[in-house]
Every structure is written in structure tokens, then in C-alpha cells.
């Protein structure tokens, strides 16, 4: 009776076998985000950090020296995924010596700002954009930096308060008040 339910062991080992590649395909890394070995490197300017009453222009290059990341997620603006490449905005915050706010204001060219808390950059790797697609973010693609949150990773951050949180053509980073 239970005879058909047993399986022969001459298939035990395949059938192992492909439960071990669906094991590591499941637990390993989800590949959206990766670290990058000799990412590309740019110059001129990308925005303004300021912290007081100090304003500094921070410049592609010393962006270029942080580690590089490339986050392969949705994006609430863009149809399909995208593939963006950048510096976690943790890491651009603590080379600024801003990595203690309690929150940072992003603000884009048009003026456009978002108040950015720190639970968002210790919590989360969002990512400040410099590439999409290999290729330099320019004024056209929304460049040269954009913040970007890794919503194949963390769902949770799929929702209007953190979609608001997406600032690109950005400006300026300050602490916020």
C-alpha cells in the first residue's frame, strides 16, 4: 500500500543533489548588492556637504576612494530592475564626519529635499548612485549622484515614505536641525 510512496535509492543521490544547489541558490547572497574590485573612476564636482557652518564640495574622485557597490533592485521610478553602482551613503556620511547626525537633509538642484533619519543609513546600505549600467550618471540620467534603497533586499522599504526618500540631482547633504 505504501510501496508507490517509497522512493528507488538509485534516484536518492540525484534527488540530493539537487536539494543541495536549491539549498545554496536560497541561502546564499541574494546578488543585489556586491561589492565592485577596480570600479571605474571620474572627476568634477558632485555635490556640496555641509556640516555647520562648513561647506565642502565633494568631487567624483574622492567619492572613487571609498568602496564601490553595485545594487541591482526596483526602483519606484523606473520600469523592471536597475543596476546602480556607488558608495554606501553610510560611508559617505562617516568620510564627511556626519555618520553621528541624527539625520542628514538631501536636497536636489530644483530644491526638492528630504530629510534622510540615521536609522536609513545604519539600518539599510542605501546606496549614493554615481553609475547606472556601467555608465556615469549625468544631469539627463538624474546624476551625477542619486540615493538609491535596495527594495529587493529589504521590502519593507517599498513604501511611500522611503520612495520619497529617492533623491537624485542632488546638491547638498547637511545635517539636519
Request: with cysteine; aromatic share 10%; charged share 20%.
Amino acid at each position: 500500500m505504501y510501496s508507490n510512496f517509497l522512493m528507488p535509492l538509485s534516484r536518492l543521490p540525484r534527488l540530493l543533489l539537487l536539494a543541495a544547489s536549491l539549498f545554496a541558490v536560497c541561502t546564499g547572497p541574494s546578488g543585489a548588492m556586491e561589492q565592485l574590485q577596480n570600479p571605474p573612476s571620474a572627476t568634477g564636482p558632485a555635490f556640496i556637504i555641509v556640516n555647520g557652518s562648513r561647506e565642502m564640495q565633494i568631487d567624483l574622485a574622492r567619492l572613487s576612494t571609498l568602496p564601490q557597490y553595485r545594487l541591482v533592485t526596483n526602483s519606484p521610478w523606473e520600469k523592471g530592475q536597475q543596476e546602480f553602482e556607488g558608495v554606501l551613503f553610510r560611508d559617505v556620511l562617516a568620510l564627511m564626519q556626519l555618520e553621528d547626525a541624527d539625520a542628514v537633509l538631501v536636497r536636489a538642484i530644483d530644491n526638492y529635499a528630504q530629510r534622510i533619519p540615521r536609522q536609513d543609513w545604519v539600518d539599510f546600505p542605501a546606496l549614493l548612485a554615481l553609475r547606472s549600467s556601467g555608465a556615469f550618471l549625468t544631469r539627463r540620467d538624474q546624476g551625477p549622484a542619486r540615493l538609491v534603497y535596495p527594495v529587493l533586499d529589504y521590502p519593507e522599504l517599498d513604501n511611500p515614505v522611503h520612495r520619497n526618500r529617492w533623491v537624485w540631482l542632488i546638491k547638498s547633504i547637511e545635517r539636519a536641525k
